[in-house]
């Protein structure tokens, strides 16, 4: 059972690096101990985001639907044939995860099967349950036996998850809008797409930085280099999109490049060695 455990950490552990780079990278500056929970929760997180968005010839609802019945089966028996749920359970187990994370969770994912254009509503269901509890779970890895911590930090977690998930959409918007029709800010035309709005839209996500960036302040020193490089990766990539020309958003998936990705490195080793955050 040790071999087969491992195995499976083990394919969390690649399909994170397989899937991002920038993302595994942040992985491996928290300390050992916190690793395997958060390959764990990103393995699974990815999987379920890989059958909406992937699999368009397959039927895709009755996949999804096994895949979150197996999820639950696996949490509530402590063990899967998969090995992504597997590793994923492990942690659920481990750290009391809140299985109302991963409800709302796997509602956003379900949710990209059907909806095409969201209201300011279902918008904030959906970045809650796609990208806000994602960090919850992973400060439950942080903070699992320190609840008040805990609470103390899922304000600024939320404002992260919602301020990585609002660049994706604006990095990712040519794959969305132009060939999955789907557009995630309401009353947004993409092929109209002003610089107004796009200086809004980069205004709006600002805020959200600045707001999460009080709470990484008071991370344990453990965990926050990984954090805060994740953070600095984030906000490097919407300076990017910041320089583009609005009718360039849907030509072009934007990215750091790995120049930059090693200055933002070292930048933020330095500034978190030296409590300078």
């Known amino acids: 059972m040790d071999l087969y455990r491992k ?15 920038s993302f595994s990278l942040g992985v491996r500056m928290l300390s050992p101990i916190y690793r395997e929970g958060i390959y764990s929760i990103y393995g699974f997180v990815r999987y379920a985001d890989e059958i909406v968005d992937t699999f368009f010839d397959q039927d895709q609802r009755t996949i ?22 597997d590793s ?9 995860i809140d299985r109302e994370l991963i409800e709302a969770f796997l509602l956003s994912m379900e949710m990209d099967l059907s909806t095409d254009v969201y209201s300011p509503e279902l ?15 992973c400060l439950r890895v942080f903070y699992y036996n ?29 794959d969305d809008y132009a060939e999955k029709g789907r557009v995630y800010f309401k009353n947004i035309d993409f092929s109209n797409f002003t610089e107004e709005t796009k200086k809004q ?3 709006e996500i600002e805020r959200d930085f600045q707001e999460s960036m009080e709470g990484i302040r008071q991370l344990k020193k453990q965990v926050r280099l990984g954090v805060y490089l994740a953070y600095i990766y ?16 849907l030509k072009k998936r934007y990215r ?16 978190n060695a030296l409590n300078l955050l």
């Open 7 to 21: 195995n499976n950490l083990d394919c969390s552990r690649i399909t994170t690096r397989n899937y991002s780079t």
């Open 64 to 85: 999804f639907e096994e895949f979150r019945q197996e999820t639950f089966k696996a949490i509530d028996r402590g063990f899967s044939i998969n090995p992504i749920i």
């Open 88 to 96: 994923f359970q492990m942690a659920v187990r481990k750290y009391s």
């Open 123 to 137: 918008l904030q269901k959906y970045i809650y349950g796609s990208a806000e509890v994602v960090g919850l779970m």
């Open 146 to 174: 320190e609840p008040e911590k805990y609470d103390a930090l899922v304000a600024p977690a939320r404002k992260l998850g919602e301020a990585f998930q609002k660049v994706n959409f604006l990095r990712d918007a040519r």
């Open 201 to 203: 839209l980069e205004a």
């Open 234 to 249: 984030y906000l490097r990539l919407l300076k990017e999109i910041k320089k583009a020309r609005p009718e360039e958003i």
């Open 256 to 271: 750091v490049s790995n120049t930059q990705k090693s200055y933002l490195l070292v930048n933020a080793y330095l500034k």
